[in-house]
């Protein structure tokens, strides 16, 4: 708050006495606190800086005296038209301020948010040079971490990269010294990280090779927040010993640099690395033919002066056909991704940023020519007015001025008003945008975003206000004056009035139809039927004991541990069904896909590979997966019988056409499987992920060892039920651990968080558009019918029944809606490809999405005709006819 | 004769006088709110400080940057020989028009 009073009154003030000003009101709240508390300093800034927007007129026309008498006439000119505005047509000026204001706010607000997250350059000097290598899983799925053998593979043979470095975030960790320290969260970055990055630090130094050793690693580089956080900025932090608690081992460490504000690494979505520790692999990390591999670890190069991309791209790939030809296909398939790290950071929110952003462009030009429209129409009921002025002598330049100031003056007021929104506005966005964007802790009002709303608020004061001016300068006004009524004009305004409705009706228009299929995109993703029923469903992984027991007890424990646990857990009140499965959860983002051979059709591989699944018995009942043809899985399905298999209807018609696929055998891991059963298909990766073919195996039959994802049906509220799972299972677990359990529909609600949040916005924007354009024809029509009294009049005692006459007014105002909606969404339909990937079960083809919309305008046209159209209608000619 | 100072104008000057050496925006504004309880902005005191220093009443002298002002620096005033005659010029006419007027002011 602080900050912000100050930067308006610093704002406020000619730049002449800015220091000194800032400096004594600085000075001033310093003197206050000490003296009557902080919050009574604070109260004493906030009326100060209510003087100072009072004062500031003054302030600025009491500048140099050559400048004085333009900034004087100029701001007499604003105050004059404040007490006009504020005086007459109260109604029109307060509806125009108060559109204006909103649109900014809406327009700040998301090119803030928009600007950090998605446009704003990374940290980094030279960063467009900065390359992110990557692991994708799936198709089109998020992007992971390398493995560390792969980027050793690729530091040691690429040539395009002036240096590769990589960064494994490690999570929260604790850093004591003393009375300093804190939770801290750690990554571990290899020693050239910032050398690649090209970061000088702020103070001490980076890493150096020698950090690298083992022994010697024990250098800390904290990062600027951390730094001021946790050792309150003091610069005799260099070379100051901690301990680093990691649970309970506890290691001496030395602090040797801090890096400059707002660097860091990686840059990702949650809470950001503030402390880096050298990365030392250990000997399997560095080993090719390592089985056991993590994908952890965020991979970043800076390109070679004069090498691409796309070289890049290809030099990586090459190097990773050539270690598979040296030590075999460790990895099941290729999924590395070599993107600028600028995309890797963003991502595929920017698409929908950028989406945002262009929506609420077009939601600030509604207001700004609906603005223009009510400030035109004003000016038009005055034209007596302002011709009397100039009967008495006004210049036509002075009566624009006159004019503009009124423009001015409403965007100077709006403009104050919206500041002051956004600032509330951004703190608003912060906390309701979804997880999974990196850079949220930068978002901010930005000084260039302020200075750009004000610019374009002058703008579209001066314009809407001089408009109207420039109109009236084309017109006799001797003519107005002495034809004592505005039928003439009247009519020539309402024609450039007609041109300003139909602009807004189009840009409505255009926002209404992106609207509408951001809306039913989300609709559709949420009402999908992803194969299972994700209410009620609760996942937690167990692991009966650490993994250096040997493998072969492990695989013997396996069934025992799996019937003490589900036999705990199904005991467990409020648990319906509970089944076990090997892969990752549902909605989790992971799979494990296998190769298998189909009789007729030969071994599987590639992209045909199956998802692959083993299971028990109940797991389909637990996850509401219906069972097509066959069985499912029985207690008879053990180890030592014949193995069972079941796969997925989309497997079933596309590699057993025509026949039944039950009881047909495959072979899958080089044994001999039954096929006994068809299930629905799944989309256990939500309802964006691809159907995949998918086989299901008995658990017991492919035993890895005692740990598996439990999934539970509850009968009431998953959340009440999970903690009891929870302890239920504990007494089974020898040193082993049960994760916290996972809620399925709050994943979901977490995976489709963008789009939620998306559909939530641009209905916003939408429903603001509607209002204003509503707003916009109502003035209009009400408007043309004033101006129309007379020949309304006319027409009546010339035989005209009020139905002859309420249609007249409600076709003028459907007529123009008409041209409006079709020019809108035929632009809408032009740009509706360039955001094809955001659109989702819903083609942006669509015809019923148009015409849905060009209806939903035609009845708003209607609607907001309709009161003046009535009025017209109850028009008493003879009243008409007198009427000025 | 020059004119006379206005009311505001008055109250500025009679606080140069008061604050000699020490006389700077923050200190103005400290003063007259203390003394008469007027709630004013720093920068009006600034505007007032500047008209009387292009009547040629004071002047101004920019000081060294202090930290507890974040580095900003001073711009100082004090009131030259014909702000100090215009003062004493007001006053007079004052102290002229409430002559032997005292006790009914007071009793207003």
């Known amino acids: 708050m602080r900050r912000f009073c100050v930067a308006v ?65 100029v701001s007499a000119d604003v105050r004059d038209a404040l007490r006009r505005l504020t005086r007459t047509q109260r ?42 290598i990557g692991w994708r899983g799936q ?5 992971d971490g390398v493995t560390s053998q792969d980027y050793f593979s690729w530091r040691e043979s690429t040539r395009s990269f002036s240096g590769l470095a990589g960064a494994i975030p490690e999570g929260q960790r604790r850093l004591e ?72 081992t506890r290691m001496p460490h030395v602090i040797v640099g801090v890096l400059p504000a707002g660097v860091t690494y990686p840059l990702r979505a949650g809470p950001q690395v503030e402390a880096f520790r050298p990365y030392v692999a250990t000997p399997a990390e560095r080993d090719q033919t390592s089985r056991g591999r993590a994908y952890a670890l965020h991979a970043v190069g800076r390109l070679r002066p004069g090498n691409t991309l796309e070289g890049a791209r290809a030099e990586i790939e090459q190097v990773i056909a050539s270690v598979r030809a040296t ?70 330049g002075q009566l624009a001025r006159i004019l503009a100031a009124e423009g001015l003056a409403i965007a100077f007021v709006s403009s104050a008003a919206a500041l002051v929104l956004s600032y509330w506005g951004v703190g608003l966005a912060k906390a309701a945008l979804p997880d999974g964007l990196a850079r949220t802790a930068d978002i901010a009002l930005d000084g260039r975003v302020l200075v750009a709303a004000v610019i374009a608020a002058v703008v579209s004061g001066l314009l809407a206000g001089g408009a109207p001016a420039w109109r009236l300068s084309r017109t006799d006004l001797f003519d107005q004056l002495r034809s004592g009524g505005g039928l003439i004009g009247g009519q020539r305004q309402a024609r450039s009035l007609g041109a300003f409705l139909v602009a807004e009706v189009a840009f409505v228009a255009v926002l209404l139809v992106v609207t509408t299929l951001v809306v039913a995109s989300f609709v559709a993703i949420t009402t999908m039927d992803l194969g299972f029923e994700r209410r009620n469903v609760i996942a937690l992984f167990v692991e009966k004991s650490g993994r250096d027991v040997p493998r072969d007890q492990q695989r013997a424990e396996a069934a025992g541990f799996f019937e003490d646990v589900l036999g705990r857990v199904r005991a467990v009140p409020g648990v319906t069904h509970v089944g076990l499965i090997d892969s990752s959860e549902p909605l989790g983002g992971g799979s494990t896909t296998y190769s298998l051979v189909i009789p007729g059709i030969g071994e599987l591989n590639g992209a045909d590979m199956f998802e692959t699944r083993g299971v028990s ?103 009440a039920t999970a903690a009891a799972v929870r302890e239920a299972i504990r ?27 998306n559909a939530g916005l641009m209905t916003l924007f939408g429903a603001l558009a509607v209002v204003i354009g509503a707003i916009g024809i109502y003035g209009t029509m009400a408007f043309v019918v004033a101006q129309g009294t007379r020949a309304i009049g006319l027409r009546m005692a010339l035989g005209a029944t009020r139905s002859d006459v309420l249609w007249s007014v409600l076709r003028a105002s459907l007529w123009r809606v008409g041209v409006g909606a079709a020019v809108g969404v035929l632009a809408a339909r032009g740009l509706a490809d360039l955001f094809t990937s955001l659109v989702f079960g819903v083609e942006t083809t669509s015809l019923a999405v148009y015409a849905t919309v060009a209806a939903c305008l035609a009845a708003i046209g209607l609607g907001a005709a309709f009161v003046p159209a009535l009025r017209a209608s109850r028009l008493d000619p003879l009243a008409a006819l007198r009427a000025e | 004769m020059p004119d006379f100072p206005g009311e505001f104008e008055q109250l500025v000057l009679l606080a140069l006088l008061r604050l000699g050496e020490d006389a700077y925006g923050a200190t103005v504004r400290r003063e007259i709110e203390a003394r008469t309880g007027r709630q004013l902005s720093i920068s009006a005191v600034y505007v007032t400080l500047e008209r009387l220093e292009q009547k040629g009443l004071v002047r101004s002298w920019i000081g060294e940057p202090t930290p507890q002002r974040g580095g900003r620096r001073r711009k100082h005033f004090a009131l030259l020989s014909a702000g100090a005659r215009t003062l004493k010029m007001s006053h007079d006419a004052y102290l002229g028009m409430t002559a032997g007027l005292e006790r009914r002011l007071r009793t207003l």
Request: proline letters at 6%.
């Open chain 1, 617 to 719: 018995p109940e797991y389909f009942a637990a996850m509401g997966l219906r069972l097509l043809r066959g069985r499912t899985f029985t207690s008879d399905d053990r180890a030592g019988a014949p193995r069972a298999a079941i796969i997925n209807e989309l497997a079933a018609t596309r590699y057993f056409p025509g026949r039944d696929p039950i009881g047909e055998s495959i072979e899958f891991r080089e044994a001999p499987a039954q096929i006994v059963g068809i299930v629905q298909n799944v989309r256990m990766n939500g309802p964006e992920a691809d159907l995949r073919t998918e086989l299901y195996v008995p658990l017991v039959q492919w035993p890895h060892g005692p740990w598996g994802r439990l999934i539970v049906r509850t009968a009431g509220a998953p959340a």
């Open chain 1, 327 to 396: 030590h075999g296909t460790v990895r099941a398939d290729a999924g590395t991704v070599v993107l600028p790290l600028h995309d890797r950071v963003v991502g595929p929110a920017k698409s929908w940023l950028v989406l945002v952003l262009a929506a609420v462009g077009c939601l600030v030009l509604v207001g700004c020519v609906n603005v223009a429209s009510l400030l035109l129409a004003r000016a038009v009921i005055r034209h007596k007015e302002l011709a009397t002025r100039a009967a008495l002598g006004a210049t036509r």
């Open chain 1, 177 to 248: 010294s003393g009375a300093l320290g804190g939770d801290v969260t750690f990554a571990r970055a290899t020693a050239n990280l910032f050398d690649v990055l090209n970061v000088q630090p702020a103070l001490g130094r980076t890493f150096h090779v020698d950090d690298e050793t083992p022994g010697r690693d024990n250098v800390i580089v904290l990062t600027h927040d951390a730094w001021i956080r946790s050792f309150g900025g003091d610069p005799g932090v260099i070379g100051r010993s901690v301990t680093f608690v990691r649970g309970a």
């Open chain 1, 139 to 143: 198709p089109g799925g998020r992007i």
């Open chain 1, 731 to 757: 007494p089974a677990l020898t040193g082993g651990s049960v994760s916290e359990p996972t809620i399925i529909s709050d994943a979901f609600r977490r995976l489709t968080a963008d789009r939620r949040f």
């Open chain 1, 9 to 73: 009154i610093s704002w406020l003030t000619p730049s002449r006495d800015r220091e000194w000003v800032i400096g004594d009101t600085v000075e001033e709240l310093e003197v206050l606190e000490h003296r009557i508390g902080r919050a009574a300093a604070n109260r004493w800034l906030r009326s100060e800086m209510r003087r100072v927007i009072v004062q500031a007129p003054r302030h600025w026309g009491s500048t140099s005296r050559s400048r004085r008498p333009f900034f004087r006439s």
């Open chain 1, 91 to 132: 109604g029109t000026t307060t509806l125009a301020l108060a559109i204006l204001a909103l649109t900014m706010t809406a327009g700040i607000t998301t090119f803030s948010v928009v600007d950090a997250v998605a446009l704003r350059a990374l940290p980094y000097p030279g960063s467009d040079q900065l390359i992110a």
